[in-house]
């Protein structure tokens, strides 16, 4: 079946980098989009941007342009999302979420990876 | 790109219906029929309930149902029951490979 499944959680100190994956199986890895999601404790569902695995292509929103780079690995079928310059206000649980392409909507989603920055 | 405003509770008994409003605007929801609604339980990843305002994925309960009103989207679930309880997300496409969410709406059964 469809899965996307994320690394494990990460802490990290301001200022610091953090890098995590989401490896794709049960379809064919290049011909679907995936999308990067963020919740902070207590908080909505924020978008991040889209990495488009054909090509590696990759949008980021304004929020995230500069300290942002989403990347994949055709080999293994894994997208990553590293969001540098970590601050507390990005404590937060990162969800990858597949999309095909001109579909609009995000079907399945990946598990969750909580990211800790403190001091 | 600011949130779509969703109600921040509703609640209702079970078997009662209830809905849920998303408003954006014309640059959104308003502007192409591609709202979806996504589910999600504590501790968990959202769940697709939802797309393209009114489409039901395989699997998910004819009890959901989805429509939309210039720039305002609504979830109804009929027939409440206790397994709905949870929080639930509009999303619309906004510009150009963005997408805006809701504020998130707090469904709890009485």
């Known amino acids: 079946q469809v899965q996307l499944v994320q690394s494990g959680a990460e802490v990290k100190k301001p200022g610091a980098s953090v890098k995590v994956s989401c490896k794709a199986s049960g379809y064919t890895f290049t011909n679907y989009f995936l999308h990067w999601v963020r919740q902070a404790p207590g908080q909505g569902l924020e978008y991040m941007g889209i990495i488009r695995p054909g090509d590696g292509s990759t949008s980021y929103t304004q929020k995230f342009q500069g300290r942002i780079t989403m990347t994949r690995d055709t080999s293994t079928s894994t997208v990553y999302m590293d969001l540098s310059s970590l601050s507390s206000e990005d404590t937060a649980v990162y969800f990858c979420a597949r999309e095909q392409e001109r579909d609009f909507w995000f079907d399945p989603w990946g598990q969750g990876t909580l990211v800790t920055v403190s001091s | 790109q600011s949130a779509l405003t969703q109600p921040a509770s509703v609640s209702g008994s079970p078997g009662q219906s209830i809905t849920i409003s998303c408003t954006g605007t014309s640059s959104d929801v308003g502007s192409l029929n591609v709202v979806s609604w996504y589910q999600q339980h504590p501790g968990k990843a959202p769940k697709l309930m939802i797309y393209?305002?009114?489409k039901r994925p395989s699997g998910v309960s004819n009890r959901f149902s989805g429509s939309k009103s210039g720039n305002t989207a609504s979830l109804t679930i009929s027939g409440l029951q206790a397994e709905d309880e949870g929080d639930y997300y509009c999303?619309?496409?906004?510009?150009?490979?963005?997408?805006?969410f809701g504020t998130g709406t707090k469904v709890t059964v009485l």
């Open positions: 999303c619309s496409y906004a510009t150009t490979y963005t997408y805006v």
């Open positions: 393209e305002v009114t």
